[in-house]
């Protein structure tokens, strides 16, 4: 066993934060191979994981932060460390998770100034360009965000009364849909499941035809621009908007004058809103206990960790997209693997005191160094 191949799963401390990064038979996976897992205290309680399960799985459970921090030299959470964990870092520790560093500087500048790894898991990209880590997270929020529109739009929860699915003889609800990845694309098969007209926008007319073709001509899809966004969401009982680009901030894509003209009563989702969102009119984020708000007659939802709602699922999702990053750095080392493996290395973003993303960098002014000069040679 590699000594640097000591894991700790945390307890989450995002407000309303209810996953856990590995659960049980992700553990034992890693202990039977000699590995140590080390679990705080109830980290897996609101995903429905015990602290008996982990200890049959293999893993020792560590009753406070501090010392699971002060024992692992790799750190493996769903959300971006939170402020009481910077004074836990560090120097050359490893903590994989998802962080989002566009859109917050004072955690980036906590990682440089400790020195460690960070890698962030939304970074991770494999040789076709595609970010295996933010999938199953993204299949989530898509599927629920459809959900939660069904629900606030039941006049009782403050929306216009209309059943999405309709009834023989009145017309179903609409559901619009800016951005054609995998968020959009899973919004789209609940919406279409539920029995909704389904509207999806993107400017990536191959994103288009290949949603026409899997939904057989069942949903529409449009060319995103101004014009077209006007036009859908005005028509919109639902929009839900999903447009992300990889380490920078969301794209803001539609303004207030858009929102001012949607229906009343109608309901806004923005998925993207963990990178800074894709509506003006979303000028602060909501919670799980505390979901929506309403502006200009629209009710506006904008919670930033949407898979929380579901746990389990979710815990089981993402434990199952990060093992074989983590069973590679169980294998190799965390620094080797970094080296060996290119798509685990798109997913560090700071290193030693340097960042070693481009886009990072250049959003927040620091220099950027390539990881390959830190790290001894090419990554392959």
């Given at each position: 066993m590699k000594l640097n191949s000591v894991f700790g799963v945390p307890k989450e401390l995002k407000k309303d934060e209810n996953r856990v990064a590995l659960t049980p038979d992700s553990v034992k996976i890693l202990t039977e191979d000699n590995h140590l897992v080390?679990?705080?205290?109830?980290?897996?309680?609101?995903?429905?994981?015990?602290?008996?399960?982990?200890?049959e799985a293999g893993a020792k459970i560590v009753d406070t932060k501090e010392e699971l921090w002060n024992t692992a030299n790799i750190i493996v959470k769903v959300k971006e460390p939170q402020k009481?964990?910077?004074?836990l870092f560090k120097e050359d520790q490893i903590i994989f998770s998802y962080m989002h560093l566009a859109v917050d500087k004072e955690l980036t500048q906590n990682l440089i100034d400790k020195k460690v790894c960070a890698i962030c898991a939304e970074s991770i990209r494999d040789k076709n360009g595609e970010f295996p880590v933010l999938r199953?997270?993204?299949?989530?929020?898509?599927?629920?965000?459809?959900?939660?529109?069904?629900?606030?739009?039941?006049?009782?929860?403050?929306?216009?009364?209309?059943?999405l699915g309709g009834v023989p003889g009145v017309q179903p609800g609409k559901v619009v849909i800016i951005g054609g990845g995998v968020v959009g694309t899973n919004a789209a098969k609940v919406a279409l499941g539920m029995g909704a007209d389904v509207?999806?926008?993107?400017?990536?007319?191959?994103?288009?035809?290949?949603?026409?073709?899997?939904?057989?001509?069942?949903?529409?899809t449009h060319y995103c621009n101004s014009t077209t966004i006007l036009?859908?969401?005005?028509?919109?009982?639902?929009?839900v908007t999903a447009v992300l680009k990889p380490n920078q901030k969301a794209p803001l894509l539609v303004s207030e004058d858009v929102v001012k003209q949607m229906k009343k009563g109608s309901?806004?989702?923005?998925?993207?809103?963990?990178?800074?969102?894709?509506?003006e009119t979303v000028d602060k984020v909501t919670s799980l206990t505390n979901p929506v708000y309403e502006k200009?007659?629209?009710?506006?939802?904008?919670?930033p960790n949407i898979p929380s709602l579901t746990p389990k699922t979710s815990s089981y999702a993402y434990s199952y997209a990060i093992l074989p990053y983590i069973t590679k750095i169980a294998e190799l080392g965390g620094f080797s693997a970094i080296k060996e493996i290119q798509e685990l290395a798109y997913g560090v973003n700071v290193f030693r005191g340097k960042v070693t993303n481009a886009d990072l960098a250049s959003i927040f002014g620091y220099n950027h160094t390539e990881l390959s000069l830190l790290v001894g040679f090419k990554v392959k």
């Amino acid at each position: 066993m590699k000594l640097n191949s000591v894991f700790g799963v945390p307890k989450e401390l995002k407000k309303d934060e209810n996953r856990v990064a590995l659960t049980p038979d992700s553990v034992k996976i890693l202990t039977e191979d000699n590995h140590l897992v080390y679990v705080e205290k109830k980290a897996g309680l609101l995903s429905g994981f015990s602290d008996e399960m982990y200890i049959e799985a293999g893993a020792k459970i560590v009753d406070t932060k501090e010392e699971l921090w002060n024992t692992a030299n790799i750190i493996v959470k769903v959300k971006e460390p939170q402020k009481e964990e910077y004074q836990l870092f560090k120097e050359d520790q490893i903590i994989f998770s998802y962080m989002h560093l566009a859109v917050d500087k004072e955690l980036t500048q906590n990682l440089i100034d400790k020195k460690v790894c960070a890698i962030c898991a939304e970074s991770i990209r494999d040789k076709n360009g595609e970010f295996p880590v933010l999938r199953p997270m993204s299949e989530v929020a898509g599927r629920l965000a459809i959900q939660l529109g069904a629900h606030f739009l039941e006049q009782v929860n403050g929306g216009s009364g209309v059943l999405l699915g309709g009834v023989p003889g009145v017309q179903p609800g609409k559901v619009v849909i800016i951005g054609g990845g995998v968020v959009g694309t899973n919004a789209a098969k609940v919406a279409l499941g539920m029995g909704a007209d389904v509207s999806v926008l993107d400017i990536n007319s191959k994103s288009l035809a290949m949603l026409d073709l899997v939904f057989n001509g069942g949903i529409k899809t449009h060319y995103c621009n101004s014009t077209t966004i006007l036009e859908e969401a005005k028509k919109a009982d639902i929009l839900v908007t999903a447009v992300l680009k990889p380490n920078q901030k969301a794209p803001l894509l539609v303004s207030e004058d858009v929102v001012k003209q949607m229906k009343k009563g109608s309901f806004l989702i923005d998925v993207a809103i963990d990178q800074g969102g894709n509506v003006e009119t979303v000028d602060k984020v909501t919670s799980l206990t505390n979901p929506v708000y309403e502006k200009h007659g629209v009710i506006h939802c904008a919670i930033p960790n949407i898979p929380s709602l579901t746990p389990k699922t979710s815990s089981y999702a993402y434990s199952y997209a990060i093992l074989p990053y983590i069973t590679k750095i169980a294998e190799l080392g965390g620094f080797s693997a970094i080296k060996e493996i290119q798509e685990l290395a798109y997913g560090v973003n700071v290193f030693r005191g340097k960042v070693t993303n481009a886009d990072l960098a250049s959003i927040f002014g620091y220099n950027h160094t390539e990881l390959s000069l830190l790290v001894g040679f090419k990554v392959k």
